[in-house]
């Protein structure tokens, strides 16, 4: 049974940083690209960051991009997200996936992935 579990988010302070992790069992992270989303209270789903199989294609959401990094240690069989200089308006529910198709990072954010974590909640408030 393939599972990914998030943890790490919490409450944080404007500025402030907090790293996500996403954990996988059931499946090599190696063998599939993730991508982060996160959906707030009444918005839709947002695509956030991806990393395809080849570490160095990245992908982020224009309002996260020079704060927030997305990495892999496939001997760790985790995924993170390192979120800096946190904004107001980056809270939300924090979720990790999972999918085969390497190219699925320069395609649209509402593709469909194959596995999905529960998710984390990140809340920025002073």
């Known amino acids: 049974q393939v599972q990914l579990v998030e943890s790490g988010g919490g409450l944080v302070q404007p500025g402030g940083s907090l790293r996500l992790s996403c954990a996988a069992s059931?499946?090599?992270?190696?063998?599939?690209?993730i991508a982060w989303f996160r959906q707030a209270p009444g918005k839709e789903r947002e695509g956030v960051a991806c990393?395809?199989?080849?570490?160095?294609?990245?992908h982020y959401v224009d309002s996260v991009k020079g704060r927030f990094t997305i990495s892999r240690d496939n001997a760790k069989n985790t995924a993170y997200l390192q979120m800096n200089s946190l904004k107001l308006e980056d809270t939300a529910i924090y979720y990790c996936?999972?999918?085969?198709?390497?190219?699925?990072?320069?395609?649209?954010?509402?593709?469909?992935?194959?596995?999905w974590g529960q998710g984390t909640q990140v809340t920025v408030s002073s």
């Open positions: 059931g499946v090599f992270l190696d063998d599939y690209a």
């Open positions: 996936a999972a999918d085969i198709r390497d190219y699925i990072c320069a395609s649209s954010w509402a593709a469909e992935y194959d596995y």
């Open positions: 990393i395809s199989i080849r570490v160095s294609d990245t």
